[in-house]
């Protein structure tokens, strides 16, 4: 969500001429009420030939009617409203009246078969009854007791009783039940949006424990490669070292058959040598010797010793290693119709819930319908304002209710041609604001 100031300050700047409501789309809601007014007013519409709305606002409810009477005409007591009536009316043949709160309608006795109003400022009874045709309907909804005063007095402190009007016993107790199953959901929503960050932490710390383990994997596999590379590395060395000494070996092993062959060589050459020399010494002794010694078949040397081949020495191998008033009382209307010469065929009354999100939808509204707050400014309230978004920051939604009001009469026949119930040109008290038809929103109408 935006900051206080931001959404301040946008409600604070934007048109709230009119009565188009468009600018709340997604930042306030409100129920409607289940008899559906427009869808009734345009079937008595279809029906009727002649018409009257009164307090028509923009024209809204009218232009939404696929078929309108013969004769169709819409009052209207604030400029812009019946400007904006006019060029959405006018193509469709409807005449649009200026009429002021207060003064008698600018329309014959009796020359009307039907007539409406949604949300009238303040029903003038002998003025509809004068209006009407014996026999006529009277079907309008109007703004009920105690509407949107949640959020009025939030900013105006609590509100007498008999300012609230009487709501019904049972109207209250569907209400308290609703807000109740309201604050379940929500706890309910709390409960689930709680449990989902709690699971996306879960996740988020076992997606965690996973890389953390994949990364302890991937450096002791490291670890182990590097490991074996040294292995691998000081393998090769001492196999390099091994054939080296291998080598060495060899070559001694090469170098000793060498030497022992020289002297086996010299030995036997010694040995020839000494034979030889023996041979000659003998035959230098010559036959007397012979003839002396006798002949024993065995050689000696010279020193009387026998003679023989030297011994030969062996060979040796080597070795290897990872987020209002009471006067809007549906009874005390139904009596004052009744005292105005009208007699009440239906009277429905219903509570609806309206939700706020944002606290400049607080102040759209509250500049719009100036009845609710009638000084309301920014800079007034604005102490008022920031408890409101803290509030809704901290719950998400700000709810109030509105009552509204469905009213069906019908016109008792004359006594003869008896004169409008009180004087043309006789006004209400001063100061009231001109009418104008509002939207779902707008709770109650000016007083």
Same mark, same amino acid.
């Given at each position: 969500? #935006? =900051?206080?100031?931001?959404?301040?300050?946008?409600?604070?700047a934007v048109?709230?001429?009119?009565?188009?409501? /468009?600018?709340?789309?997604?930042r306030? =809601?409100e129920?409607?009420?289940?008899? /559906?007014?427009?869808?009734l007013a345009?079937?008595r519409?279809?029906s009727?030939?002649?018409?009257?709305?009164?307090?028509?606002?923009?024209?809204?409810i009218?232009?939404q009617?696929?078929?309108?009477?013969?004769?169709?005409?819409?009052?209207?007591?604030?400029a812009?409203?019946a400007?904006?009536?006019?060029?959405?009316?006018?193509?469709?043949?409807?005449?649009?009246l200026?009429?002021?709160?207060?003064?008698?309608?600018?329309?014959?006795?009796?020359?009307?078969?039907? *007539?409406?109003? #949604?949300?009238?400022?303040?029903?003038?009874?002998?003025?509809? !009854?004068? *209006?009407l045709?014996d026999?006529?309907t009277?079907?309008?909804?109007?703004v009920?007791?105690?509407?949107a005063?949640?959020?009025?007095?939030?900013?105006r /402190?609590?509100?007498? $009783?008999?300012?609230?009007?009487?709501?019904?016993?049972?109207? +209250?107790?569907?209400?308290?039940?609703?807000?109740?199953?309201?604050e379940?959901?929500?706890?309910?929503?709390?409960?689930?949006?709680?449990?989902r960050?709690q699971?996306?932490?879960?996740?988020?710390g076992q997606?965690r424990?996973?890389?953390?383990?994949?990364?302890?994997?991937?450096?002791?596999a490291?670890?182990?490669?590097r490991?074996?590379a @040294?292995?691998?590395?000081?393998?090769?060395?001492?196999?390099?070292?091994?054939a080296?000494?291998?080598?060495?070996? @060899?070559?001694r092993?090469q170098?000793q058959?060498?030497?022992?062959?020289?002297?086996?060589?010299?030995a036997?050459?010694?040995?020839?040598?000494?034979e030889?020399?023996?041979?000659?010494?003998? +035959?230098?002794?010559?036959?007397?010797? +012979?003839?002396?010694?006798g002949?024993s078949g065995?050689? #000696?040397?010279?020193?009387?010793?026998?003679?023989?081949n030297?011994? +030969?020495?062996?060979?040796?191998?080597?070795d290897?290693?990872?987020?209002?008033?009471?006067?809007?009382?549906?009874d $005390?209307?139904?009596?004052?119709? &009744?005292?105005?010469?009208?007699?009440? *065929?239906?009277l429905?009354?219903?509570?609806?819930?309206?939700?706020?999100?944002?606290?400049? !939808?607080?102040?759209?509204?509250?500049?719009?319908?100036v009845?609710?707050?009638?000084?309301?400014?920014?800079?007034?309230?604005?102490?008022?304002?920031r408890?409101?978004?803290?509030?809704?920051?901290?719950?998400?939604?700000?709810?109030?209710?509105s009552?509204?009001?469905?009213?069906?009469?019908?016109?008792?026949?004359? !006594?003869? &041609?008896?004169?409008? &119930?009180?004087? #043309?040109?006789t006004?209400?008290?001063?100061? @009231?604001?001109?009418?104008? =038809?509002?939207?779902a929103?707008?709770?109650?109408?000016?007083?």
């Amino acid at each position: 969500m #935006r =900051t206080f100031e931001e959404l301040v300050d946008e409600a604070a700047a934007v048109d709230v001429s009119g009565w188009d409501f /468009g600018w709340l789309d997604g930042r306030a =809601t409100e129920e409607r009420p289940p008899w /559906g007014y427009a869808r009734l007013a345009a079937a008595r519409y279809a029906s009727a030939s002649a018409a009257l709305d009164l307090d028509t606002g923009g024209g809204e409810i009218v232009a939404q009617a696929p078929v309108l009477p013969p004769t169709m005409v819409v009052t209207e007591g604030w400029a812009p409203n019946a400007e904006r009536a006019r060029r959405l009316l006018t193509p469709r043949g409807v005449r649009v009246l200026d009429a002021a709160p207060g003064c008698p309608l600018p329309v014959p006795d009796a020359a009307f078969d039907l *007539v409406t109003s #949604r949300h009238p400022v303040a029903p003038d009874w002998p003025e509809i !009854a004068r *209006v009407l045709a014996d026999d006529g309907t009277y079907l309008a909804q109007h703004v009920g007791p105690a509407s949107a005063f949640e959020l009025i007095e939030w900013f105006r /402190g609590p509100l007498p $009783r008999t300012s609230r009007g009487s709501v019904p016993e049972q109207d +209250r107790r569907q209400e308290q039940e609703q807000d109740r199953r309201q604050e379940q959901e929500q706890d309910r929503r709390q409960e689930q949006e709680q449990d989902r960050r709690q699971e996306q932490e879960q996740a988020r710390g076992q997606d965690r424990a996973r890389e953390q383990a994949r990364d302890e994997d991937r450096a002791r596999a490291r670890a182990r490669a590097r490991e074996q590379a @040294r292995a691998r590395e000081q393998a090769r060395a001492r196999g390099q070292g091994q054939a080296r000494g291998q080598g060495e070996a @060899r070559a001694r092993g090469q170098g000793q058959a060498r030497g022992q062959g020289e002297a086996r060589a010299r030995a036997r050459g010694q040995g020839q040598a000494r034979e030889q020399e023996g041979a000659r010494v003998g +035959r230098r002794a010559g036959t007397s010797d +012979r003839d002396r010694a006798g002949s024993s078949g065995r050689e #000696r040397d010279p020193a009387g010793r026998s003679v023989g081949n030297p011994d +030969r020495d062996p060979d040796r191998d080597p070795d290897r290693d990872p987020d209002r008033d009471s006067d809007r009382d549906p009874d $005390r209307e139904a009596a004052a119709a &009744t005292l105005a010469g009208l007699r009440v *065929v239906d009277l429905r009354t219903a509570r609806c819930r309206m939700e706020i999100f944002d606290v400049g !939808a607080v102040v759209y509204l509250l500049r719009k319908c100036v009845w609710w707050v009638p000084d309301f400014t920014v800079a007034r309230y604005r102490d008022a304002l920031r408890r409101m978004d803290a509030h809704l920051r901290g719950h998400g939604v700000f709810v109030a209710h509105s009552t509204r009001t469905l009213i069906e009469a019908r016109r008792r026949p004359r !006594a003869g &041609t008896a004169p409008s &119930t009180r004087p #043309r040109g006789t006004v209400h008290a001063p100061g @009231r604001r001109p009418s104008a =038809t509002m939207s779902a929103m707008t709770g109650v109408r000016a007083p």
